[in-house]
T-cell receptor, first 113, second 114 residues
Framework: GENVEQHPSTLSVQEGDSAVIKCTYSDSASNYFPWYKQELGKGPQLIIDIRSNVGEKKDQRIAVTLNKTAKHFSLHITETQPEDSAVYFCAASIGGTASKLTFGTGTRLQVTL | DSGVTQTPKHLITATGQRVTLRCSPRSGDLSVYWYQQSLDQGLQFLIQYYNGEERAKGNILERFSAQQFPDLHSELNLSSLELGDSALYFC?????????????FGPGTRLTVL
């Protein structure tokens, strides 16, 4: 089945700096790649997603890039703010008639003042 | 707020017992997914229902079962509970069971087995 690896496991940046989280996936049939943010005591919240027919997508301070050839995708957060501190998960889905998500192991992002 | 509701928020029970977790999907969503989040296993897909029918199965133990009712809410039943079943259980919903359907997660149920 699909396997998703995520790096780094922890990331500390200063407020205003950029943060980059990287994921690789194993199954070339995967065609949907969402990113979720999870704050303490809450469920994962979708922040951005990208489909395999697109190489890059941006939403304000958040961007995601996808390299299908290399089977990796990345989350970029610019001008980080303290409220960006959370655990971020990447995921991949092969799709078809069922769209279960395979998650990476998560990255704990700490934005310091 | 994703629009997905889960009850109860917390559940404490003993080994060997049986519990039921409940999920109400977002209005209009036909698919419900269950995930387990534990420290050692991360977020793992358990099972998916679409419009009342089982659509996909993941790493779900035989002691666990789920169903989706005509009003589209879903229940996850966990029986013969073991200490290792302690985890956060999330429900997610999406409109369809399609290829790249966006899933929205509920706030979760924290299960503690003593």
């Amino acid at each position: 089945g699909e396997n998703v690896e995520q790096h780094p496991s922890t990331l500390s940046v200063q407020e205003g700096d950029s943060a980059v989280i990287k994921c690789t996936y194993s199954d070339s049939a995967s065609n949907y790649f969402p990113w979720y943010k999870q704050e303490l005591g809450k469920g994962p919240q979708l922040i951005i997603d990208i489909r395999s027919n697109v190489g890059e997508k941006k939403d304000q301070r958040i961007a995601v890039t996808l390299n299908k050839t290399a089977k990796h995708f990345s989350l970029h957060i610019t001008e980080t703010q303290p409220e960006d501190s959370a655990v971020y998960f990447c995921a991949a889905s092969i799709g078809g008639t069922a769209s279960k998500l395979t998650f990476g192991t998560g990255t704990r992002l700490q934005v310091t003042l | 707020d994703s629009g997905v509701t889960q009850t109860p928020k917390h559940l404490i029970t003993a080994t060997g017992q049986r519990v039921t977790l409940r999920c109400s999907p977002r209005s209009g969503d036909l698919s419900v997914y269950w995930y387990q989040q534990s420290l050692d296993q991360g977020l793992q897909f358990l099972i998916q229902y679409y419009n009342g029918e089982e659509r996909a199965k993941g790493n779900i133990l035989e002691r666990f079962s789920a169903q989706q009712f005509p009003d589209l809410h879903s229940e996850l039943n966990l029986s013969s509970l073991e200490l290792g079943d302690s985890a956060l259980y999330f429900c997610a919903s999406s409109v369809l069971a399609g290829d790249t359907d966006t899933q929205y997660f509920g706030p979760g149920t924290r299960l503690t087995v003593l």
